[in-house]
């Protein structure tokens, strides 16, 4: 091809990438237009659900279980949340077994809530001072803090793992158990997390994490890690699946 004609042609491939990517600009901002508006209604619905409940506290003198705080949290912020209740029991044990007690290093929890895991971790011999809880949530974290008072609390956003926990661990986290809504992030998102947190973690050491989809939520074939998946657990409401990843 001579030369003029390349660059012609060089040019036009210019102006249509520029194209695209006005255009991607554009739909980017329409997207956190959406989200802000959305995210505007969940709190003020979430607001008047809080006042209700905190009326009914008031008047009943009672305080209202999990199952209502996380109604109220999914309400306020229902990517972040990502389930209307906590962990069963039947799964929050399914989710321990795979945690060895007489391990040496912290494990880690990522997203505990209210901590129907952690307290089967502690049932399944874990000990408090060993549990690093990482949780978005700051309601959330106030009842770990109160429930688990040897354990590290630790509040922020567990898709920044490394920056979490990277000083914070003195030594390497013999497991790593999650409760985040995996499905709903972007999958380098995921990977990004299961490799963060490998790389803080005992070589073969588990990575435990729930599902209720039927797929596994980290693709084997692009993390260059193991996986193993328990049978459903019908027991739960919805019913859901463990999956176990681990790095030699």
């Not at 390349?6 to 901002?29: A, D, H, N, S, V």
């Not at 705080?69 to 309400?75: A, G, K």
């Not at 505990?112 to 549990?131: C, D, H, I, N």
């Not at 972007?186 to 947190?197: S, T």
Request: proline share 8%; charged share 25%; with cysteine.
């Amino acid at each position: 091809m001579p030369v003029q004609a390349l660059q012609k042609f060089e040019r036009k491939i210019e102006r249509q990438l520029r194209m695209l990517e006005w255009r991607k600009t554009l739909i980017e901002r329409n997207i956190g237009r959406q989200i802000e508006l959305f995210d505007q209604k969940c709190d003020s619905l979430g607001k008047k659900i809080e006042e209700k409940i905190r009326r009914f506290e008031r008047k009943r003198g009672v305080a209202l279980d999990d199952e209502v705080r996380f109604l109220r949290s999914w309400i306020e912020r229902p990517l972040t949340t990502g389930a209307v209740a906590p962990s069963g029991k039947f799964l929050a044990r399914a989710m321990a077994r795979y945690v060895d007690p007489d391990s040496d290093g912290p494990v880690v929890e990522l997203g505990p809530g209210t901590g129907p895991v952690t307290e089967a971790l502690v049932k399944a011999g874990v000990a408090p001072s060993r549990l690093v809880l990482v949780e978005f949530n700051p309601a959330f974290c106030k009842i770990l803090h109160a429930r688990y008072p040897e354990a590290t609390v630790v509040q922020g956003d567990a898709y920044s793992l490394r920056r979490l926990l990277e000083t914070l661990l003195l030594q390497p986290a013999a497991a790593v158990v999650s409760s985040l809504p995996l499905i709903t992030k972007p999958l380098r998102m995921r990977l990004r997390l299961i490799r963060d947190a490998f790389d803080l973690m005992l070589p073969g050491a588990p990575f435990v994490q729930f599902t209720y989809s039927v797929a596994s939520p980290l693709p084997r074939r692009l993390g260059g890690f193991s996986a193993e998946a328990s049978e459903r657990i019908w027991m739960n409401l919805p019913p859901a699946r463990v999956w176990v990843y681990r790095k030699g």
